[in-house]
């Protein structure tokens, strides 16, 4: 008893020396690398502490096969494991894969439509139970059996997966996802080669659960993971809670490295006001919400060195619907693309910094990513540069569709109303009849998704789920993302053009043998969609973080973002 | 106790009132009030004021285009301004630091341009203002009329005839009241955002100002219908009440006679009151884009727009809160004067007063 | 007495049934407001998207739903939210009422004392320059968005004068609770509750004045006078506790309704997570579940309060007692 108070005594005075031995010293430089002996005295001294997050709202179930929020996303890095995992790297080195529970990067067998994942030994679910092929066999069922979001989108190329989406309480994916328990190996087949399958397999819903996770959303209780950390509670009003997974030995420091802090929490239920003033404050170390922008102008001065800022591969865009009028006009479709004047959109957004205009829908350093911008003053340059009014408003005479009732969709947000307002203002100087309608946030997205609702224009934005070019194109302009008459129909200009659609499917074939020439063929799609101005394609944003002046070692991995667990705040 | 109190004097002041019946001029009542009420300076000054403001708003267009030479309902957000003979931006972009954000420009005190500064889409916050004002001014009042009559009326049946009708009345209020009624307005905000709605003979598209003069007006009924109901309950058990059924009145009259002017004094109380109340709610209504439509202004949607800029240029939101609170008083001062004027218990004061 | 009672329960009912069935068809007739693809989530196949509907009932007639929704909350008391799936809805009801409780009795208590004391302050300096100032005071208390002030409340105490004397006392933002520590409770409170009260004193305190002034001119306040009493005597004594119907029935709804949820600014924007914060983001997930849950238990409060300051004029009204 006595030996052990004071070999507390001890540990709490090694670290009160450790951490003034940090605070002495300058903060190091974020994201820089270090080399390995260093990075072991580093685990020692910044080990531990609790890290408090803070954000406005929670990101709904915690279940990591149905939850499809950044919010959960980022947190789920150090609790969960896919066979394959993003590299915890920043800049592109993010966008890598890397085996995870799997030894290696899977054999390919049968021209890409047979992957054979060897499964690591000795690794260890936070409740204690070893990881087998049973888990892994079972947790491709259950993505079909809980309804994942993406399980007819990423995973339908399984084989068995159709019977899956019909059925899915019978779900068994026999003939697709087959475990050999001799050999500790899982075979995946595919009805047909996916260059894309890694990235999908990478993500947190093909994440590896214990076979015996209930085949229904898990809802407010967390199931156990292979991660560095587990969730020890979580009450969607108060707070999620997170600490060091007991069994935890690490395998790979790619996939899922150790992390500093004892503790995670994220509180929930401050306003983004509030959150930026509680970081300010030190009484939180970081903001999962972007600060609101009257307070931009004060973090970047006042607190400049806590702030970090990322490009991001994203977009805010306006889609107008090609198949009502007046936008099912192309020559109308145009001219409102000519007539915006990004810069402004970038100001209103919070300047150079925060955002860049761009008029293609491929993101800056995104695969197959080439400089195309057609809707600007000297096109030649394919970076955009200025509005071109005169350009807008000829097309605008020619298309007969002076006069026309438009209604802007926005959310009720501040920043997506304002561009709402800029954009209404804009259609209203084109000669439009324009209107805005801001709507709840939270509605926003499906409504302007379902044909019903007959929106004309709207304001929204999109974030890549993988590094791959058909994750804009096909998925926002392909054929196959249009449906209907239904709120899922995430094409939401409605745009369908048979022989580029072809273009696209091309391209993903091809991306499986030769992604180089895939990418090219990328680009051309990006051009040719663009030309089409289904949508109008506004700025890529950047990425603020604001962390607590403690907070050290901050790296921004560009798949996750900011990665919580390898942050140190002692 | 206090009941032997009250029984002392058990009769209508006003029929035992023979100081007023005196006074009383050949002129009639109505002349005396306005007489009454020309001669109460703060009365008219508020009532001056109330006017100038009207008056300023409804030249709102032509202090946009001949004096500040802007269009308050288009973004400007790369619009520059010569201030002292230095050239501005509208929305300055942060230059110190890492640059991030961007301010918009602050009060000039200038009429000819930005006199209150820009909000975040760089458009002139004090011709927004200006504009708005009549449209806050015309759904505060026309809500609070709503109002005011539906209370008075549902309060009065309710505590009047009681029984049935107050139980009735009574639950209705509560549902009204426990009605969550920003459901019906985000509600009702994506519904009218293709179709509209027809009741008779008018129909209200998304754009109607009616929507919020009738929700606003109805939500509050209850707030304003109960006191009432209270105050005719407590009436009604009054000595010269219950005299006058005595004495065989028929209840039309009492109601007319002895009821009515109590309430109506309560409801005068209320006008000020709910015509703030109805200012501020105005916004909220606005905000789920039910009512005042953007760019379209009134006084509670610019403080919702000053919302976002609090924390750099606090005047957009407080002007705007300043201009009802200004605007609420004068017709409060007013108010009271014509109160004063009107309420025949007061006539009691003419001399000391 | 008991009669009384049971004749308010079952009118209660009938409230809560009124309003849930108004909601809920309210709900379901907004475009937009199937919560399917909100839950199946972004991109989802139609095949998922069906699976989703099916699973939670959304294929199946209205009034099978709001029987479902209705047994799920009043006899099993297991409904879940959409929004945060598999939350159950009553014990976040449960937790998020001491919060509630804890601000709308501090800000009740503030009301009353400041509203009473502005109401007898400027009754008795009738036509002063005390009365017309604190009536000034007053309105502008009530034009002041309710957001809006707690917001520069914020602005001030946490940002702008944190670290002057004045301010540093002032804790993070967020709920501590009473019995935890009663001195951080008290601290975290104190700004919402004046924030939560200006707008009430300013009330209060002019519907009060008036019917002072208005009791004055009664005939038994003026038997009183004539009897020698003192004006304050006169005014604590007699004309307080009559004018105090209004006040009191104002009180009644408003205390009812922020008991129910009706702080609900409030409480956002201090990061109180109260009942009010708690319907706040149902209406603005549309998350029917918590909706009907928090309507149902607003209205219960609306209802109870009433009942209350019913019982509260026999009371007060020596007139109505008199009978």
């Known amino acids: 008893m006595k030996r052990a108070q004071w070999l507390g005594v001890a540990v709490v005075a090694i670290i009160v020396v450790a951490a003034g031995a940090y605070f002495m010293r300058k903060p190091p430089e974020p994201g820089g690398g270090t080399p390995a002996p260093q990075e072991a005295a580093k685990a020692v001294e910044h080990r531990g502490g609790t890290m408090r997050l803070v954000a406005v709202g929670a990101g709904g179930t915690i279940d990591p096969q149905i939850n499809y929020t950044l919010q959960y996303w980022q947190l789920y890095q150090g609790l969960y494991d896919g066979l394959l995992n993003f590299k915890k790297g920043v800049g592109e080195e993010g966008f890598k894969v890397v085996p995870d529970l799997a030894e290696d990067m899977p054999q390919v067998a049968d021209d890409g439509k047979t992957l054979i994942f060897k499964i690591r030994k000795g690794i260890k679910f936070s409740n204690g139970q070893d990881l087998t092929t049973k888990d892994v066999v079972a947790s491709f069922q259950r993505i079909f059996k809980v309804s994942s979001p993406t399980a007819g989108g990423f995973y339908s190329g399984i084989v068995g997966a159709d019977k899956c989406l019909a059925e899915p309480a019978s779900c068994t994916l026999e003939g697709g996802v087959v475990a050999d328990e001799a050999a500790n190996t899982v075979t995946l087949h595919l009805t047909q080669p996916d260059a894309e399958i890694y ?6 819903h093909a994440v590896i659960l214990p076979a015996d996770s209930p085949a229904k959303d898990v809802g407010t209780t967390a199931l156990p993971g292979t991660g560095a950390y587990m969730v020890e509670s979580y009450d969607p009003n108060k707070q999620l809670k997170i600490v060091r997974n007991p069994h935890f030995k690490e395998w790979s420091k790619d996939a899922q490295p150790d992390g500093y802090p004892d503790v995670v929490v994220m509180d929930f239920g401050l306003t983004d006001e509030a959150e930026v003033t509680a970081v300010a404050n030190d009484q939180a170390d970081w903001a999962f919400d972007p600060p609101p ?18 490009p991001l591969t994203a977009m805010w865009y306006a889609p107008m619907n090609v198949n009502i009028p007046p936008f099912n006009n192309e020559k109308a479709r145009q001219a409102v693309s000519y007539a915006i004047d990004r810069a402004a959109l970038v100001k209103l957004f919070g300047g150079d910094v925060l955002a860049s205009p761009v008029c293609q ?4 350093g995104f695969p197959g990513h080439v400089d195309y911008c057609p809707f600007t003053k000297n096109p030649e340059a394919n970076k955009w540069s200025a509005p071109d009014m005169d350009k807008a408003k000829a097309l605008m005479q020619e298309s007969g569709q002076i006069g026309q009732p438009v209604t802007v969709i926005s959310e009720d947000s501040a920043v997506s109303k304002s561009v709402g307002t800029y954009l209404q203002s804009v259609l209203n100087e084109l000669g439009f009849k324009a209107e805005l309608k801001p709507i709840s946030s939270n509605i926003q997205f499906t409504y302007i998704q379902n044909t019903n609702n007959k929106v004309q224009i709207s304001v929204t934005q999109w974030y890549q789920d993988y590094p791959a070019a058909s994750d804009f194109l096909n998925i926002l302009f392909g054929c196959d993302s249009f449906h209907e008459g239904s709120d899922s129909s995430v094409n939401i200009a409605g745009f369908c053009d048979k022989e580029i659609d072809a273009k696209m499917k091309e391209a993903m074939k091809v991306a499986v043998t030769d992604p180089k020439k895939a990418d090219e063929m990328w680009a051309g799609i990006d051009r040719a969609v663009t030309d089409k101005a289904a949508a109008a394609i506004l700025f890529t944003p950047k990425h603020v973080d604001f962390v607590s002046k403690r907070l050290g070692n901050f790296q921004f991995n560009p798949q996750f973002y900011f990665m919580v667990y390898q942050a140190w705040v002692q | 106790m206090a009941a032997s109190e009250t029984s002392i004097a058990g009769n209508d002041p006003r029929q035992a009132d023979p100081v007023g019946a005196k006074r009383r001029p050949a002129a009639g009542p109505w002349a005396t009030a306005f007489r009454k009420l020309v001669h109460d300076k703060a009365a008219m000054a508020a009532l001056l004021v109330f006017i100038l403001i009207v008056i300023g708003c409804s030249f709102a267009s032509y202090y946009a285009s001949h004096v500040a030479h802007t269009f308050p309902f288009s973004s400007n957000l790369q619009g520059k301004i010569v201030i002292d003979g230095v050239e501005q931006q509208i929305i300055a972009p942060s230059t110190e630091g890492l640059g991030l954000g961007s301010t918009p420009i602050g009060p000039t005190w200038k009429l000819q341009g930005y006199f209150l500064g820009a909000d ?15 449209n806050s001014l015309w759904i505060a009042s026309a809500s ?8 008075a009326v549902l309060g009065v049946t309710a505590g009047f005839f009681g029984g049935v009708a107050d139980a009735a009345i009574s639950r209705i209020m509560d549902v009204i009241w426990a009605f969550p009624i920003f459901l019906l307005a985000i509600s009702l905000s994506i519904v009218l955002i293709n179709s509209s709605i027809n009741i008779g003979p008018i129909v209200i598209r998304a754009g109607s100002l009616w929507l919020p003069i009738f929700i606003i007006g109805i939500v509050y009924v209850p707030y304003v219908a109960r006191p009432i109901r209270g105050q005719v309950l407590s009436l009604k058990n009054s000595e010269f009440v219950l005299a006058a059924v005595g004495l065989g009145v028929p209840s039309h009259r009492i109601l007319w006679k002895d009821i009515l002017p109590n309430v109506a004094t309560t409801l005068i109380v209320f006008v000020p009151l709910m015509m703030a109340l109805n200012m501020v709610t105005e916004s909220a209504l606005s905000f789920l884009s039910i009512g005042v439509q953007p760019p379209d202004a009134s006084w509670g949607t610019i403080i919702q727009d000053g919302q976002n800029l609090l924390y750099s240029r606090p005047m957009v939101a407080l002007a705007p809160g300043i201009a009802i609170a200004v605007t609420v008083l004068t017709l409060n001062v007013f108010g009271d004067g014509v109160r004063d004027a009107l309420d025949p218990r007061s006539k009691l004061r003419i001399g000391g007063d | 007495m008991l009669n009384t009672l049971i004749r308010r329960l079952i009118q209660m009912v009938f409230v809560m049934f009124g309003i849930s069935v108004i909601v809920f068809l309210i709900f379901f007739a907004t475009p937009g407001s199937d919560p399917s693809a909100r839950i199946a989530g972004r991109n989802a196949s139609p095949e998922v998207l069906a699976a989703v509907r099916k699973d939670f009932g959304f294929d199946r007639p209205l009034y099978v739903q709001y029987g479902l929704m209705m047994k799920k909350l009043l006899v099993t008391f297991d409904l879940t939210s959409f929004q945060n799936r598999g939350q159950k809805v009553i014990p976040q009801l449960v937790q998020a009422t001491p919060v ?11 009301w009353v004392i400041g509203g009473i004391g502005v109401g007898l302050a400027a009754a008795a300096t009738r036509g002063s320059v005390i009365d017309r100032g604190l009536m000034i005071l007053g309105l502008i208390g009530i034009s002041m968005p309710v957001f809006w002030l707690g917001s520069v409340m914020n602005l001030i105490t946490q940002s702008r004068f944190h670290d002057t004397w004045m301010f540093s006392w002032v804790p993070a933002l967020g709920y501590k609770p009473l019995l935890e520590s009663p001195w951080e409770w008290f601290k975290t409170m104190l700004i919402p509750w004046i924030s939560l009260a200006i707008l009430y004193i300013g009330l209060y305190g002019r519907v009060l004045r008036a019917s002072l002034i208005e009791a004055n001119e009664e005939d038994y306040i003026r038997t009183a006078r004539s009897k020698g009493l003192t004006e304050t005597r006169i005014m604590l004594r007699h004309a307080l506790r009559t004018s105090l119907i209004t006040f009191v029935t104002l009180f009644g709804l408003d205390f009812g309704a922020l008991v129910g949820g009706g702080a609900l600014l409030t409480e956002v924007v201090f990061g109180l997570q109260g009942v009010g914060k708690l319907t706040y983001d149902s209406l603005k997930s549309l998350d029917l579940p918590v909706i009907l849950a928090s309507v149902i238990y607003a209205s219960f409060f609306v209802v109870g309060a009433n009942f209350v300051v019913d019982m509260a004029y026999a009371i007060l009204d020596p007139r109505v007692r008199g009978r």
Do not use: N, W
């Open chain 3, 100 to 110: 509630t409780l804890s601000l709308v009795i501090g800000g009740a208590i503030l």
């Open chain 1, 199 to 204: 990235y999908k397999l990478a993500v947190p």
């Open chain 2, 144 to 151: 609070t009329v709503i109002c005011l009559l539906f209370a």
């Open chain 2, 120 to 134: 975040d889409q760089g458009r002139d916050v004090f011709a927004r203002m200006l504009y708005g004002g009549l």
């Open chain 1, 361 to 364: 829908i491929l993101p800056p």
């Open chain 1, 293 to 310: 922008a009257d307070r931009l102008a004060e973090i970047g001065t006042k607190y400049k060195d806590q702030v970090h800022v990322t």
